[in-house]
């Protein structure tokens, strides 16, 4: 690169001071690039992940929510209960998220 900068110098007329800044721009977006790729496989993933998302999402659905001959069901009638219930992620299974929890949902209560 110094060799052809000092060449333009010579025979183009180029100042030395615009061949440093065009070498610096260039170390500083190299630099710059160098710092961005190791996050390419991450986005890499991110867009295979969105694209499988967004198949699912575009997928029509094998149930109409409006149609004439589904079952409706007016009111639903009774209490749901928990009791003890424990949970952790499969990612984290030694952290627990809910460590006995008990409550009612009472019908009709939201």
Do not use: C
């Amino acid at each position: 690169g110094f060799w052809y900068g000092a060449k333009l110098v010579r025979d183009e007329g180029f100042s030395i001071g615009g061949i440093l800044i065009v070498f610096f721009s260039l170390i500083t977006a190299m630099f710059g690039l160098g710092q961005a790729a190791p996050h390419l496989q991450s986005v890499a993933q991110a867009r295979g992940a969105a694209f499988t998302l967004w198949n699912i999402i575009d997928t029509p659905s094998k149930i109409t929510i409006n149609h004439p001959d589904g079952v409706k069901k007016e009111d639903l009638i009774g209490d749901i209960k928990f009791t003890n219930v424990h949970f952790s992620y499969p990612s984290r299974a030694d952290v627990p998220v809910l460590i006995g929890l008990s409550f009612t949902a009472q019908s009709g209560q939201t």
